[in-house]
T-cell receptor, first 116, second 116 residues
Framework: AQKVTQAQTEISVVEKEDVTLDCVYE???????LFWYKQPPSGELVFLIR??????QNEISGRYSWNFQKSTSSFNFTITASQVVDSAVYFC?????????????FGKGTHLIIQP | DAGVIQSPRHEVTEMGQEVTLRCKPI?????LFWYRQTMMRGLELLIY????????DSGMPEDRFSAKMPNASFSTLKIQPSEPRDSAVYFC??????????????FGPGTRLTVL
């Protein structure tokens, strides 16, 4: 079974600031996957990214970047030059060795508020 | 391509009534998941199916809840009788395993259930 801790309940920043969302996970699987989802005020859950445990290469996609550190069991997510539209609740979710086939364990989420 | 479809989007019912939530997964997906989201418990997995067969229903809160998947394109989650504490947003998600081994779940818009 997986466990995940998102210690930041709420973060508020001013537009254009950079912001990092923290995620610490626990898993007994030797190979596993990690996911980030976004839930905007409209309520839907939007898939953002997945990483597998044997690929620690960090990734940048536009204004988003991810920092995966297997040694510290962390999978942090950074938004550069934040925009008001980034305001949402962000969920980190570890999956099993099947890539999430057994269902995802979601953290409590971090509510990100971007003020204009 | 159509995403996961859920109906109804909103349901208001009175305690003791039967409630049926419906989900149509993405065509070609062979995994289907039901999640519930509440303020107190966050997002939690209720049950999931693979090829229309229930694999893990350990998250189903009690016998009042039941889920079926009669075919690859339709699933229901039924609550009978409903209670006020069942009020939540119920999400359906679907996925399929890729050649790379991942199994990314794509979520429907959710059904907001209110039991009075």
């Amino acid at each position: 079974a997986q466990k995940v801790t998102q210690a930041q309940t709420e973060i508020s920043v001013v537009e254009k600031e950079d912001v990092t969302l923290d995620c610490v996970y626990e898993t007994r699987d030797t190979t596993y996957y990690l996911f980030w989802y976004k839930q905007p005020p409209s309520g839907e859950l939007v898939f953002l990214i997945r990483r597998n445990s044997f690929d620690e290469q960090n990734e940048i996609s536009g204004r988003y970047s991810w920092n995966f550190q297997k040694s510290t069991s962390s999978f942090n997510f950074t938004i550069t030059a934040s925009q008001v539209v980034d305001s949402a609740v962000y969920f980190c979710a570890p999956g099993d060795s099947g890539g999430g086939a057994d269902g995802l364990t979601f953290g409590k989420g971090t509510h990100l508020i971007i003020q204009p | 391509d159509a995403g996961v479809i859920q109906s109804p989007r909103h349901e208001v019912t009175e305690m003791g009534q039967e409630v049926t939530l419906r989900c149509k997964p993405i065509s070609g997906h062979d995994y289907l998941f039901w999640y519930r989201q509440t303020m107190m418990r966050g997002l939690e997995l209720l049950i999931y199916f693979n090829n229309n067969v229930p694999i893990d229903d350990s998250g189903m809160p009690e016998d009042r809840f039941s889920a079926k998947m009669p075919n690859a394109s339709f699933s229901t989650l039924k609550i009978q009788p409903s209670e006020p504490r069942d009020s939540a947003v119920y999400f359906c998600a679907s996925s399929t395993r890729t050649s790379g081994g991942t199994n990314t779940q794509y979520f429907g818009p959710g059904t907001r259930l209110t039991v009075l």
